[in-house]
């Protein structure tokens, strides 16, 4: 059996060892536009504030890969080839297969203004970015970040720890968006503000002005102009999806609970795909390292005939920005018939949304304690009826809520 | 991924079960950042990130930085709260324990007493320890091991804790005699919680320790069941979380804390600092107990790694490396001395048993919180004489005296 996987990212680092412990013998080879190993891509902002070395950011023991038999094609790929069953590379090269896995990931939104292509405009998504942006971070100047999520709150909090000065434009009607509501975004904001951080709120970046093809100046949808020696562009991202024969839009790729596309052959993980929800009806996007990671690892299994499924109802995202922990469970954007908020205090917040006697989504900023069972709350479906206000504790232990279950969690 | 434990290959136990979907959820979600080694007592600069999550997944072996790591960790928690997207590595670094062979002697010498069960040999054992401990014990002997509990409101549970050199057993009864309690006590090998067979690692063994002891303390029928080891209170706050609320599980400092008005409290001259149980304080967050007692006794300064941010006394290591523990307890004193506090307090008798040895080179008292009470009250007339001074059949190869009070 042919095995290509398209991208090194966390799917591609979980499908491959995956696929190698059911065929030992099979071809496997992996594509990646970068020379680098498979490595910690979230970890890329404490590389470029010289808190972890380049080898401390590898994913894999060294030689892992090799010792997995493993050909390494470093080259973007062009197009999958479904009938011929065939990726095309760049250089026009072609590589047959049986099973191909897309774990392309996402690429950064690019800003659509003038002067967007200057030197100088950085967005934080790739090694080779991170390395850029090392270049322009140097104490004494001041960076504009654009973007009030959690990519652009990373870029300011970033340029800040290097000793910029940093701007923040937010477009959006609040930070955090759209994981928090308005009053959660308050604390955050706080934050942000208390960092140092000039947060202009509801203003994007109307144009880039530069010399000598680098960036100078940004002028803002307000009219303001602010001198600068770099852009951040934090508006996220979207699935990486030029590749002709198989995707054709910018939506993220369907697939089934096998993690399989609809072309024969053909499997998607991680960021550049949503998966069918049998219990929902839907396809859900559950972007983020750990689905894409547990995606990877079940594409895989199927891919050298395994019949494993990814069942990740309930989206998990959880950081840390600004020394606040953030934790997202479930679907606190969803409408629930029912809804329970702490205060907002200066580091801490939270937000639980019921449906039908059950928690459904929870929004934890500060204190992570009793997140692990608010989890299992959300996963197993127990019924929290009566049980709404004690679920905002933090002083109280939640364990049992999941006595039925067995489990017991410390933290 | 492996799936046996240290009970042997073959079906998981509870625990097991919990905690490997656990791990396997973790490791994917693992950003790599280094955050929790960073924050780790034991860890190394040599250690990476990507070779302990291979070894903890079972795709390479375990080096021997990692095996060394693995077995030195003493389950102390630091790392949980460093990690910025809520991860528990002592869950993953647990789980390699579980699995990881050959145990090393030093924690199947520590741990080769403690929990009922086992063979003729092994029982005949922990009798004839018992039997030579019993002199000394005086009158906390007639608790060890014994077969009927009467049912009684309290139930101080001290488990293998009741042969503590430190005295602290003695100490909490004489305080609840003082006070006139109605109370039964559970105490001896054969009543361990089960909880330092967790932390090595056996979670088999621990979970029928568990299933064992919470047995024995329903035949008491306690309203409240208080203990004097962080970790046995952790054992007791699972077995009600899982088995259901048959009692309260109560640390000396809630009890203490409860009974406050009635002890004759005498204002101390000197600072007191405290030094934070992990259990208690970073893993169940209730250090704030303790603290509300010692403001009681006069002015507590905080050391600059407290509350959350302890740092671990390095019991549950079992003593695989005593020289990094013994390294890491003289620095905590050092910080506690710093404070300019005189008398650094615990309120767990395994931290006591740490420090305590080492306390008269650094400079600092440390005492136990129930210490502190005991010498406000052991004056008063009401007070009955209590023998607090043995030495403990599980800490008898120990080097250095541990000065016990009234020695």
Known sequence: MRYCVV?????????????????PEGEITVFSEEPWPFYFRASLPQYVM??????????????????????RVTGRVVAVDKEARQVVTEDGSTVPYDRVLLGTGTSPIKLACPGADLGGVLALG??????????????GGRAVVVGGGLPG?????????????CTLLVPEDRVGAPWLDARGSQVLYRRVADDGVEIRMGEGVAAIEGGQGKVAAVTTTHGKGIACSWVGVGLGGMPRTALAGVMTDDKPLKVNERMATDVAGVFAAGDVCCVWDGDAGTHRYTPGWQAASLQGRVAGANMAGGRERFRMRHSFLAATLYDLPLTFIGRADSAGDAEVCSPPQADAYRRLVFKD???????ILGDRRHANVIRRVIELGVNARGHELQLLRTDIDLNHLLRPTGEYHLY | MPTHTNGGPGALNSIGVGLKRKVEADLAACIGCHECLQACPVAGPELRIADLNAATVGIIPPSDVIRRFVWECFQCGRCVPACPVGLERDAMVLWQ??????RPK???????????????ARRAEQSLLNLQARPRLKGLAQHVDKRTLRAADTLFFFGCNIFSETGTAAKVLALADYLGCNYEVLGGMRSCCGWPHLLSGDLARSEELMDHLFGRIQAAAPREVVTIGAECYTALKRLVAVKGEAFMPVTTASWIRRNLHRFPIKQVADPLTFHDACHISRKLDEGEEARRILRQFGYLIEMPQSGGNGVCCGYHQFEVNPAQVVHLRKKRLAMARQTGAGTMVVECVRCLEAFAPLADEAGVRVVDLVDLVHDAVKDDSRMKPQPVHFTSPITQGRKGPIPAEGA
Request: net charge positive; charged share 20%.
């Open chain 1, 153 to 165: 709150l990373t870029l300011a909090r970033m340029a800040r720890a290097m000793g910029m000065a």
């Open chain 1, 126 to 139: 790739r090694m080779g970015e991170a390395d850029v942006l090392k270049g322009y971070c140097r104490a």
């Open chain 2, 106 to 120: 030093a924690y199947a010498d520590q741990l080769r007493l403690m929990g009922g069960g086992g063979g003729v």
């Open chain 1, 50 to 71: 010289g808190k972890l070395s380049r080898e401390q950011l590898w994913g894999f023991p060294d030689g892992y890969l090799e010792s997995l038999n493993v050909r």
């Open chain 2, 97 to 102: 324990k579980s699995n990881l062979y050959p």
């Open chain 1, 7 to 23: 991208g090194l990212g966390a799917a591609a680092a979980q499908a491959i060892p995956a696929i190698r412990s059911r065929d």
């Open chain 1, 357 to 363: 006697g059950r928690l459904v989504g929870a929004v």
